[in-house]
């Protein structure tokens, strides 16, 4: 049994430093330590972390946790880091301790100690959460109050202080005050909005716990799928490139799946029947690809049937969509708020509710995308989606029917430069030229029927590259090209 516990000169006010650094710690970073906090004894297994997070498996969170350790290598250049027999990092063991588990193939996380002490002083130090919560600071009986402590007991969070100095060093220091402050104004403004909306407190609970049961069925299908936020006249819930949950001041807006609708008449016509449900009269295109009923419910105390069903018929169509789309539409994820998940945190009393992830998206750049004639042939077998991110663009442009289809359509001369193989290199240059696929992966997010014509356009090499390195169109770079020939 291999056995990682190697020593770290990371200190807990370290610790602390780096916890509190957002540039350091990133949400989904807290996210995971706050989920292995509460594991027994500190240590999982990486693949149950991944489903009790909701991530696709426990290679992002190896992804995630080697990103991070980067980070914290960067802040510390100078400490000795554990490394491998040929002097590489072991990134992931910079936060943990780790060994092998029973099952073959297997491996434990564990918390650092003094990583461990570090979220005890941040997040339960006289039971308030400090920074990542918004908290009500008092001062308790015999506690004397952070104000009349002096600068010079609070210049640091003191690891083996007295419990009532360190309470006070907590509210009195700067960085963890700032952030506090920070984060409790964004969560207030949530509060405020929500409160607004919903001002009944008992019917703005029961319409948050509706909500979070479809936010954890979102997540169980992908943490990179979904996002949520409030705005004025509502809180959403979005899934691919679909909103399908809205709360609205006096009901809840749903997308129910319509062919299990058609299937299930017994249960629709309860529905129907029901004065708790309205059926929506307005049809979206955008809900085409993945058909839907949509409509609203009136929640009742008295109701134990029809939300059970419209439940059911909601969580199938957040499967469907979830199945039909890759990630959280690209545009629609900068309109995800965690400060809106902490609030719901606070108001319902929760430890841990599911964050988002999108950095299997993030991480996908056009610029590092290999151009498609140095894939592969036999990596290109079909044109759907479904292989690594870089493989995906060239896998539409290598695809022999499509490419033949277009360069039937177009011809053999780049569509950028109007270079001709055959007319500079004789015999050995006919009928040679790259495709370009000119609809960005992004977009697409989804599995799709390329269309020749419409999408593919003969492309030389050199031009082929700089619209792919410079994300670029063929308009752009011939105005380019243009310019530079005056």
């Known amino acids: 049994m291999s056995i990682y516990r190697h020593y770290l000169g990371i200190s807990t006010e370290q610790w602390i430093e780096l916890l509190s650094d957002k540039t350091v710690f990133k949400d989904n970073d807290i996210t995971l330590l706050e989920v292995l906090y509460e594991c027994p004894d500190y240590r999982q297994k990486a693949s149950v972390l991944a489903l009790l997070i909701g ?85 308790k009986k015999g506690v004397k109050i952070a104000e009349e ?4 007991e609070i210049d640091k969070l003191p690891e083996g202080a007295k419990k009532q100095i360190t309470v006070n060093a907590y509210e009195r220091n700067p960085k963890a005050r700032k952030l506090y402050i920070v984060n409790s104004n964004s969560t207030n403004k949530v509060e405020k909005t929500i409160t607004s909306l919903l001002p009944n ?4 609970k029961i319409c948050l716990y509706l909500f979070l049961e479809a936010l954890k069925k979102a997540n169980s299908c992908g943490s990179n799928k979904w996002g949520a936020y409030c705005y004025k006249e509502g809180v959403r819930l979005l899934v691919g490139n679909l909103i399908v949950f809205t709360i609205h001041k006096d009901r809840i807006w749903l997308a129910l799946d319509k062919q299990m609708l058609n299937e299930r ?21 955008e809900y085409i690809p993945v058909p839907s009923m949509n409509g ?13 069903i419209v439940r059911d018929f909601h969580f199938n169509y957040i499967e469907k969509v979830a199945n039909k789309y890759k990630w959280l ?8 708020s965690d400060e ?22 993030n991480n996908y750049s056009e610029s590092e995308t290999e151009i498609a004639e140095e894939i592969p042939s036999e990596e290109n077998i079909k044109l759907f989606e479904g292989a690594k991110k870089q493989i995906v663009v060239n896998a539409y442009e290598r695809n022999p029917t499509a490419k033949k289809r277009c360069l039937d359509k177009y011809g053999y001369k780049c569509s950028v430069c109007e270079f001709d193989f055959e007319e500079v290199y004789g015999e050995i240059g006919k009928e040679y030229i790259h495709v370009h696929h000119l609809k960005p992966l992004s977009e697409i997010n989804e599995e799709y029927d390329v269309d020749p014509i419409n999408d593919l356009s003969p492309i030389c090499p050199n031009c082929h590259s700089m619209l792919h390195k410079g994300k670029v169109s063929i308009e752009q770079l011939k105005e ?3 310019i530079r020939s005056i």
């Open 55 to 139: 991530v696709s498996s426990h290679s992002v969170l190896n992804l995630q946790i080697g990103r991070l350790g980067k980070r914290i290598v960067n802040k510390f250049p100078d400490i000795q880091f554990p490394t491998r027999e040929n002097g590489a990092i072991r990134y992931w063991h910079i936060p943990f301790w780790g060994e092998d588990a029973e099952t073959k193939g297997q491996f434990l996380w564990e918390l650092r100690p003094e990583l461990k002490k570090a979220i005890e002083k941040l997040s339960y130090a006289d039971e308030v959460r400090i920074p990542y919560s918004p908290i009500s600071i008092s001062s």
């Open 149 to 152: 402590l002096f600068d010079e």
């Open 201 to 204: 407190e008992e019917y703005r």
């Open 265 to 285: 008449t017994d249960k629709r016509k309860l529905l129907e029947d029901s004065e708790l449900w309205n059926w929506e009269k307005e049809d979206y295109s």
């Open 296 to 308: 609203y419910y009136f929640h009742s105390n008295k109701d134990l049937d029809i939300w059970p």
């Open 329 to 336: 539409n690209i545009k629609s994820q900068p309109k995800h």
């Open 340 to 361: 809106f998940l902490n609030y719901l945190k606070q108001e319902l009393g929760l430890r841990i509710v599911p964050f988002p992830n999108y950095s299997e998206t």
């Open 480 to 482: 380019i090209l243009r």
